[in-house]
């Protein structure tokens, strides 16, 4: 069955880089994204990419974040630069898999903890 399992989280002082993976496995996704929710907050979308490598970025985070795809290792990533301490949340890695009756089928990571201290 699809999985997706992230990775990279951790503590950083503002300023400072994470690089997020999210391994998934192996099937053919349509659109992959990284959404994150902090607490008290709604799951809010960060970036997202298609299969052809269009990518698109919240306000708040682009010129910051890259988000990168790379098929042949089953792993999407998301570069973070500049972190912020407003940037701590949970990231979750999320997937969209084409099926036969054309709705995508939605997928989801278990997150990893990002907390910028200031």
């Known amino acids: 069955q699809v999985r997706l399992v992230e990775s990279g989280g951790g503590l950083v002082q503002a300023g400072g880089s994470l690089t997020l993976s999210c391994l998934d496995s192996?099937?053919?996704?349509?659109?992959m994204g990284w959404y994150r929710q902090a607490p008290g907050k709604q799951r809010e979308l960060v970036a997202a990419?298609?299969?052809?490598?269009?990518?698109i970025y919240a306000d708040h985070v682009k010129g910051r974040f890259t988000i990168s795809r790379d098929n042949a290792k089953n792993t999407m990533y998301l570069q973070m630069n500049s972190l912020k301490p407003e940037d701590t949340a949970v990231y979750y890695c999320?997937?969209?898999?084409?099926?036969?009756?054309?709705?995508?089928?939605?997928?989801w990571g278990q997150g990893t903890q990002v907390t910028v201290s200031s």
């Open positions: 999320n997937a969209n898999l084409p099926t036969t009756t054309g709705r995508n089928q939605v997928f």
């Open positions: 192996g099937s053919f996704f349509n659109t």
């Open positions: 990419i298609t299969n052809s490598g269009r990518t």
